[in-house]
């Protein structure tokens, strides 16, 4: 098994989670602006993406410039992953490739603080991506506990490149927000995915402080 065989059910059950959903989950995240650069780069590559209509080109012309912004808004202080293997636990089916991750570090040959992973929809169906996207942040969450990274929430999205869907969870909580937003909210889309980063900052801060 991997993280791409779970359902959204056998994620639940396997991991014993309990399914929190909400409407506007999200909503109190500031927008992010997107830079002008990105705005000028999806003008342009997105009738390319949808006229191929790939999960490839979408990657790449799409999700891609969107997460590399996200990292210039972070004066690169995060690091990207694609297409990486992640296998944290192969006996509970957290194995295989993620399709990008997210780490709260410069590293960027190694992931060492998973925050966020992004699962890219198949046959642009959000909902059947919600269980594999689930999973992977399980074992983000397991990975972080062995590392003894202090990081309490993980991020998850949903996304065919031009909608997208949003989750976090918490301890074994985990909570899916049912709004989707749209390339037209860019800026939204930008904003949830920088706060969810921000709260995670702000944590690990708080707990070094603590420590002093």
Known sequence: MAYSDFSLSSAKKTFQLTLIEK????KESPELKPSDSLQESLKYNLPLALASNTEKSRSEMI????LI?????FSNQISIFSG?????????????????LISHSEELLLVTAPIITLVEAKKEDLNAGLGQ?????VAAQLFNNKE?????????TVTSGTVWKFLKLT??????????YYLGDLGKILGILAAGINQ???????QSENVL
């Open 84 to 100: 990486i293997n992640f296998t944290v636990d192969a006996t509970q089916g957290l194995n295989g490739n993620c399709d990008f």
């Open 200 to 206: 995670i900052k702000s944590q690990l801060s708080e």
């Open 148 to 156: 003894d990274n202090q990081i309490n929430e993980i991020y998850g």
């Open 171 to 180: 301890q074994n909580n985990v909570f899916i927000d049912l709004t989707e």
């Open 133 to 137: 996207c689930i999973a992977e942040m």
């Open 69 to 73: 912004d996200l990292r210039k808004h």
């Open 63 to 66: 999700i891609t410039p969107i």
């Open 23 to 26: 409407t506007d989950l999200f």
